[in-house]
């Protein structure tokens, strides 16, 4: 609900448990007043609160109070001396700017965002429009919130009203304040096969700031940043989220004031960022999904959740069943050929694995990665019979065909680099930096993303494909476009990820029966921007049930379990080199989209008939995995053990996954309070066959018997009357 108060200029916006309230104070400027737990429209009161921080417009003195007022979109070189949301260069260098509010509309549903990720539906929004004093900038804040969810979406457009171009060297999303900075900063961190490691420190005085120049979202920081208030538990105590709906190189601040106020921003990373605006255009920032909880980090989690699976996601998959898969990439890299492939094909049958996917590896010249990267038809020397054959063999044993692209790459040795050079990212007297032997391909240009579209589409519409999964396995250097004038050369990477949604959406919509994983090297690229093309992600390249666990585990904080690819591999773990019990590959991949990253040829008889029990299990647990709420009870990070439960949300079913991640001398069993079952409830549990009320599994617990490490339990609830 929003509603707007004309005598004291303040607007309300209202989600389930939060409030947000704003106000257009005496001099002009939009004002934070409060972020956090219902608060009511008490216009006069907040007016009077807010009043010591705005300037007096008849002198625009700042000292004392002008250089601390809670802003919604912070301006430069004003008065304001901490970090402004935009920077508006006008051609004479000129970089002053003051934004004041010139009107505003409310609306139902959401705002037109073209070309970008967003949310998709449902909401009501404020759009407020606010004017530069110095420059012919319009900026226009849209705010929507949703009835059913404590998110707030919120991102900010540029126009330019003028005749004249002016340079936008910062245009963030979002900016906000809290009267206090009295909170640890929760970072999702990492690195190539650790992705999305928690990290949690508390905030001092000045800037800290979260970002990736890579130009994608990156394994090394995840486009996310949590506040937790220092009682803030699991269960308890307050906390915020800040998540971009975004792809490429983003930057999030959080800045500590002098007088210990805080000012939170983000949106595409201005490192090296310049948009050139000319006269009438306007420049859109990605959307930023806000959250707040008075209920812990777990209630977070939770609401982003629903909000990324009701409003993000593609609405024909969020809630579709996944296929379960086997993908061959561990089991045979590059080296393979028809017969490697159908012995993998062949012993699928009977297993209830849904799909075959045929990785990286079957086009052009792409038997080592030196080469390949862009051909995208079929190496009939090293397949005979090419696709078809493939796919005729996965039909004779029930399985539909998923195929492996990387299409934003190229290798030096492919027919597309040596027809088209100066498609890759490259500049004339800089030296090539290569990754994995490969450049980036130049999105930024229409025709590249048109050629590609061209050749990815005659594969998919010439065979019975029906899984792709998107890879991406280098990070973006040179940073320049042959095809970009010099004063638009800070364009680059915000204009790059443009070119990648520009052709996820064409060919999501042109194949809409194709379900699309993203991949980056594992979970590079682990973002609610992705997850509005692609309805899940490959979460890391490390398939190490110990490992897996952290991943998930950090994954889950601010994304849903389906969102996340998991499968069993082999061991010891091609990684790792650790060896897991194979139930436990199977707990821990349960927890997502499901599958098998390993030669099933190879399979003992018993791990063919623990495959049996999995696949059949998954069927019976993955309408929770799908729409469900996740509870998280041990932290392997902090405990012995990696403890997690979804809950059904009518409160009927429940599935527990626990392993045991440390060995420890305790041969007794242990005690786990279970955790969102209904009190009033009583549940059966099929593997103890035990009954008891959610009010004794949640105050009391269950015991969890002795395993020794690695070892795993899963138990099924299900009410009973
Ligand atoms: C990346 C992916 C892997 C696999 C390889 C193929 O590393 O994360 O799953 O597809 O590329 O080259």
Same mark, same amino acid.
């Given at each position: 609900?929003?509603?707007?108060?004309?005598?004291?200029?303040?607007?309300?916006?209202?989600?389930?448990?939060?409030?947000?309230?704003?106000?257009?104070?005496?001099?002009?400027?939009?004002?934070?007043?409060?972020?956090?737990?219902?608060?009511?429209?008490?216009?006069?009161?907040?007016?009077?609160?807010?009043?010591?921080?705005?300037?007096?417009?008849?002198? %625009?003195?700042?000292?004392?109070?002008?250089?601390?007022?809670?802003?919604?979109?912070? !301006?430069?070189?004003?008065?304001?001396?901490?970090?402004?949301?935009?920077?508006?260069?006008?051609?004479?260098?000129?970089?002053?700017?003051?934004? *004041?509010?010139?009107?505003?509309?409310?609306?139902?549903?959401?705002?037109?965002?073209?070309?970008?990720?967003?949310?998709?539906?449902?909401?009501?929004?404020?759009?407020?429009?606010?004017?530069?004093?110095?420059?012919?900038?319009?900026?226009?804040?849209?705010?929507?919130?949703?009835?059913?969810?404590?998110?707030?979406?919120?991102?900010?457009?540029?126009?330019?009203?003028?005749?004249?171009?002016?340079?936008?060297?910062?245009?963030?999303?979002?900016?906000?304040?809290?009267?206090?900075?009295?909170?640890?900063?929760?970072?999702?961190?990492?690195?190539?096969?650790?992705?999305?490691?928690?990290?949690?420190?508390?905030?001092?005085?000045?800037?800290?700031?979260?970002?990736?120049?890579?130009?994608?979202?990156?394994?090394?920081?995840?486009? !996310?940043?949590?506040?937790?208030?220092?009682?803030?538990?699991?269960?308890?105590?307050?906390?915020?989220?800040?998540?971009?709906?975004?792809?490429?190189?983003?930057?999030?601040?959080?800045?500590?004031?002098?007088?210990?106020?805080?000012?939170?921003?983000?949106?595409?990373?201005?490192?090296?960022?310049?948009?050139?605006?000319?006269?009438?255009?306007?420049?859109?920032?990605?959307?930023?999904?806000?959250?707040?909880?008075?209920?812990?980090?777990?209630?977070?989690?939770?609401?982003?959740?629903?909000?990324?699976?009701?409003?993000?996601?593609?609405?024909?998959?969020?809630? *579709?069943? *996944?296929?379960?898969?086997?993908?061959?990439?561990?089991?045979?890299?590059?080296?393979?050929?028809?017969?490697?492939?159908?012995?993998?094909?062949?012993?699928?049958?009977?297993?209830?694995?849904?799909?075959?996917?045929?990785?990286?590896?079957?086009?052009?010249?792409?038997?080592?990665?030196?080469?390949?990267?862009?051909?995208?038809?079929?190496?009939?020397?090293?397949?005979?019979?090419?696709?078809?054959?493939?796919?005729? *063999?996965?039909?004779?044993?029930?399985?539909?065909?998923?195929?492996?692209?990387?299409?934003?790459?190229?290798?030096?040795?492919?027919?597309?680099?040596?027809?088209?050079?100066? %498609?890759?990212?490259?500049?004339?007297?800089?030296?090539?930096?290569?990754?994995?032997?490969? +450049?980036?391909?130049?999105?930024?240009?229409?025709?590249?993303?048109?050629?590609?579209?061209?050749?990815?589409?005659?594969?998919?519409?010439?065979?019975?494909?029906?899984?792709?999964?998107?890879?991406?396995?280098?990070?973006?250097?040179?940073?320049?476009?042959?095809?970009?004038?010099?004063?638009?050369?800070?364009?680059?990477?915000?204009?790059?990820?443009?070119?990648?949604?520009?052709?996820?959406?064409?060919?999501?919509?042109? !194949?809409?029966?194709?379900?699309?994983?993203?991949?980056?090297?594992?979970?590079?690229?682990?973002?609610?921007?992705? +997850?509005?093309?692609?309805?899940?992600? %490959?979460?890391?390249?490390?398939?190490?049930?110990?490992?897996?666990?952290?991943?998930?585990?950090?994954?889950?904080?601010?994304?849903?379990?389906?969102?996340?690819?998991?499968?069993?591999?082999?061991?010891?773990?091609?990684?790792?080199?650790?060896?897991?019990?194979?139930?436990?590959?199977?707990?821990?991949?349960? +927890?997502?989209?499901?599958?098998?990253?390993?030669?099933?040829?190879?399979?003992?008889?018993?791990?063919?008939?623990?495959?049996?029990?999995?696949?059949?299990?998954?069927?019976?647990?993955?309408?929770?995995?799908?729409?469900?709420?996740?509870?998280?009870?041990?932290?392997?990070?902090?405990?012995?053990?990696?403890?997690?439960?979804?809950?059904?949300?009518?409160?009927?079913?429940?599935?527990?996954?626990?392993?045991?991640?440390?060995?420890?001398?305790?041969?007794?069993?242990?005690?786990?309070?279970?955790?969102?079952?209904?009190?009033?409830?009583?549940?059966?549990?099929?593997?103890?066959?035990?009954?008891?009320?959610?009010?004794?599994?949640?105050?009391?617990?269950?015991?969890?018997?002795?395993?020794?490490?690695?070892?795993?339990?899963?138990?099924?609830?299900?009410?009973?009357?």
């Amino acid at each position: 609900m929003i509603t707007f108060e004309k005598k004291t200029r303040l607007f309300h916006l209202r989600g389930k448990n939060y409030s947000y309230l704003m106000y257009v104070n005496q001099a002009g400027f939009l004002q934070t007043l409060h972020y956090g737990g219902i608060a009511e429209s008490d216009g006069e009161f907040f007016a009077a609160q807010g009043a010591p921080f705005a300037p007096d417009a008849s002198n %625009w003195n700042f000292d004392m109070s002008f250089s601390e007022m809670p802003s919604e979109y912070a !301006f430069f070189a004003h008065g304001d001396f901490r970090e402004p949301t935009a920077i508006v260069s006008r051609e004479d260098g000129g970089v002053a700017s003051r934004f *004041r509010y010139v009107s505003h509309k409310i609306y139902r549903g959401v705002p037109e965002v073209s070309g970008m990720p967003h949310a998709r539906s449902g909401g009501e929004t404020l759009e407020i429009t606010l004017k530069d004093d110095f420059s012919p900038a319009e900026i226009k804040l849209n705010y929507t919130a949703f009835e059913d969810s404590d998110v707030l979406v919120r991102n900010a457009e540029i126009l330019n009203t003028g005749d004249r171009p002016f340079m936008l060297k910062r245009a963030f999303s979002f900016c906000t304040e809290l009267p206090d900075g009295k909170f640890s900063l929760m970072r999702l961190h990492g690195t190539w096969g650790a992705e999305r490691s928690p990290d949690v420190k508390p905030l001092g005085y000045g800037t800290v700031r979260l970002q990736s120049m890579r130009g994608t979202s990156s394994h090394q920081m995840n486009p !996310f940043m949590g506040l937790l208030r220092a009682n803030c538990t699991e269960d308890e105590g307050e906390c915020y989220g800040f998540q971009l709906v975004y792809s490429g190189s983003f930057a999030l601040t959080a800045e500590v004031s002098p007088i210990g106020r805080l000012r939170l921003q983000g949106g595409v990373n201005d490192m090296n960022f310049g948009w050139k605006l000319e006269a009438g255009e306007r420049f859109v920032s990605p959307q930023t999904v806000l959250c707040y909880s008075a209920d812990g980090l777990g209630n977070l989690s939770r609401e982003y959740a629903d909000f990324l699976r009701n409003y993000v996601i593609h609405p024909d998959y969020a809630f *579709r069943r *996944r296929p379960v898969v086997v993908n061959h990439w561990e089991a045979t890299e590059f080296n393979y050929d028809n017969e490697k492939l159908f012995e993998i094909i062949d012993a699928a049958k009977g297993l209830g694995i849904d799909t075959f996917v045929m990785d990286d590896g079957w086009f052009g010249a792409r038997d080592t990665d030196f080469a390949g990267l862009g051909d995208w038809y079929v190496n009939e020397k090293k397949l005979k019979g090419g696709l078809k054959a493939v796919i005729d *063999r996965c039909k004779k044993n029930g399985l539909k065909f998923g195929l492996w692209f990387e299409p934003e790459m190229v290798n030096e040795d492919s027919d597309l680099y040596r027809a088209h050079p100066d %498609w890759a990212i490259h500049q004339d007297g800089v030296a090539l930096c290569r990754a994995r032997n490969q +450049l980036v391909l130049d999105f930024t240009r229409k025709e590249v993303v048109d050629h590609i579209y061209e050749m990815m589409s005659k594969v998919l519409k010439e065979n019975d494909i029906g899984y792709v999964k998107w890879d991406m396995n280098r990070h973006i250097t040179e940073n320049f476009s042959a095809a970009l004038p010099p004063d638009r050369q800070g364009e680059l990477m915000h204009r790059f990820t443009l070119g990648v949604y520009d052709l996820a959406d064409r060919l999501t919509r042109a !194949f809409p029966e194709i379900l699309f994983e993203g991949c980056a090297s594992g979970g590079g690229r682990f973002d609610s921007g992705m +997850l509005y093309y692609f309805p899940q992600i %490959w979460t890391s390249d490390d398939t190490d049930a110990y490992e897996r666990a952290k991943i998930q585990w950090g994954t889950s904080i601010c994304y849903p379990l389906s969102s996340m690819s998991c499968h069993v591999s082999v061991c010891p773990n091609l990684q790792t080199h650790r060896t897991i019990p194979f139930a436990t590959r199977g707990a821990v991949a349960s +927890l997502g989209a499901f599958g098998y990253e390993l030669n099933l040829a190879e399979m003992s008889a018993e791990e063919r008939e623990l495959t049996k029990k999995q696949t059949a299990d998954y069927l019976k647990t993955d309408e929770l995995i799908l729409k469900g709420d996740l509870y998280r009870i041990c932290s392997p990070f902090t405990d012995d053990w990696f403890c997690e439960m979804v809950v059904s949300k009518d409160k009927k079913n429940a599935y527990l996954v626990c392993e045991r991640l440390r060995g420890v001398p305790l041969y007794l069993p242990q005690t786990v309070r279970l955790k969102g079952l209904d009190p009033e409830k009583k549940y059966f549990i099929e593997e103890t066959k035990l009954t008891a009320s959610g009010r004794t599994l949640m105050n009391h617990g269950i015991a969890i018997p002795y395993l020794t490490e690695y070892e795993s339990m899963i138990l099924h609830l299900r009410e009973i009357k």
